[in-house]
């Protein structure tokens, strides 16, 4: 990573693409709910960083004052951005519309059918990991479990994987501080997903690829109109970058929790029945997604003037560790009862592949689990790394199976 100018105070001089913040984000988020609920920076063009639930939670609702045209706060200048992933960059009236022509591909009754499918994939992962006695929770399980499935989705070879996962990596990771690394990769994920297209015009299957050049936008007056090639491809892009970075960093997060805390473990082995509900308090404390809106009109958050022109992030995370909203947030309880989380997030956005992630990972740590019931971190906590960027999870989790 490049050299970074240190920073000064976090609620004037926010680098939320640094190390520190990376491997130490919790705390610095701890600290601004605190003094300073609306941080900014005069880094990145100027920018924005709420970290309390209730004024994430209203801003969101307001999309005309904070608009999704642009979702992350990176050295890019905002004027320059113009990559269109619809429908999250897109914003009131276009947003409804073109959303609702993707929902049906992930209504609870599809993920459901998916669900044999992906217990056997799970399966053949832990076959490919079963008698080592070091493996990496992240490299030999986490990432694979949402390439394989989506490479299945996108009905695309198996050997897609690394790929996908370089494309994801240089996007949402690398290509946050250089820009040209993030350019690259758009380029070569729309010329792939325009092949791909072309492709399923001649042989139409059962994958989200045919499902998208058939989709149609309803209009106003009661017609409808197929999707631009445009928004053919910026939709496969998103749904790629929403697929797999998020659940990579959520299943990581979980194993790392596991392995360091084996009262937990036991509990999930013992009574595997509270694994859905454990999802859904490891996605709320290691919540892996921040995003950001293009501030389009003045206005004001939690009393802060907010200029137009530049960007705000909004921290799902910190939200997620507000104690206006959640007993003990800092704790980790799998049997926590009152869990109303953004880690999807809030408002007309809210995450829409979120019964495929849940059913991914609860398929994931019950197949898991079962398996290799007692494991431990084979490193030194402090020595997990972090990803910057959009989605934070951790890369490596070296694991040592116990018998
Ligand atoms: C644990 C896994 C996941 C997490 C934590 C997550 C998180 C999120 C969040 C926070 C948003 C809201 C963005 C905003 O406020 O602008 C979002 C939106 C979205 N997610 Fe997910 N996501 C996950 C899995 C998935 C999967 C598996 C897919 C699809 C394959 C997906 C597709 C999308 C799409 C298309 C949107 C945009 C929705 C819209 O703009 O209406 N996500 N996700």
Known sequence: MSERRP????????????DEWANNSPAILADLRERCPVAHTDR???????????????????????SSRIT??????????????????????????????????????????????????????????????????????????????????????TEMGPQFRRWVDEFLKDGQIDIEV??????????????QLE????????????????AEVALEDGTSRPFSQREQIGALFVLMLGGIDTTWSSLGSALFHLAT?????????????????????????????????????????AGCPVSA???????????????????NPDEVDLQRAQNRHMAFGVGIHRCLGSNLARMEMKVALEGWLARFPRFE???????????????????????????
Request: proline share 9%.
């Open 261 to 301: 805390h084996p009262e937990d473990r036991e509990l999930l082995v013992n009574q595997p029945e509270l694994i859905p509900n454990a999802i859904e308090e490891l996605l709320r404390f290691y919540s892996p997604v921040t995003i950001a809106r293009y501030i389009a009109e003045d206005a004001e958050v």
């Open 7 to 18: 920073v000064e105070d976090w609620a004037t001089d926010f680098d939320h693409l640094s």
């Open 199 to 214: 492709d399923r015009r001649s042989h139409p299957a059962d994958d989200l690829v045919t499902m998208v050049l058939g």
């Open 44 to 66: 990145f063009y100027g920018a924005y960083l709420v970290t309390r639930y209730d004024d994430i939670d209203e801003l969101s609702h307001n999309t005309a004052a904070f």
């Open 72 to 157: 992350a706060v990176n050295e890019n200048h905002p004027d320059k951005i113009k990559i269109e992933l619809p429908p999250i960059t897109l914003d009131p009236p276009e947003h409804a519309p073109f959303r609702r022509s993707l929902l049906p591909a992930f209504n609870p009754r599809e993920v459901a059918a998916l669900e044999p499918w992906v217990t056997e994939m799970v399966s053949g992962l832990l076959d490919a990991i079963e008698g080592r006695e070091l493996v990496d929770g992240a490299l030999d399980f986490a990432q694979l479990v949402p390439v394989e499935l989506m490479g299945k989705l996108f009905g695309v070879s």
């Open 377 to 403: 971190l084979a490193v030194d906590p402090s020595e997990i790394r972090w990803t910057v960027g959009p989605v934070r999870g951790p890369r490596l989790v070296p694991l040592r199976i116990l018998p």
């Open 309 to 327: 022109g530049q960007r705000m992030l909004l921290s799902y995370p910190s939200a997620n560790r507000d104690g206006t909203h959640f007993d």
């Open 182 to 195: 993030a350019r690259k990769a758009s380029r070569e994920v729309q010329a792939y997903f325009a092949e």
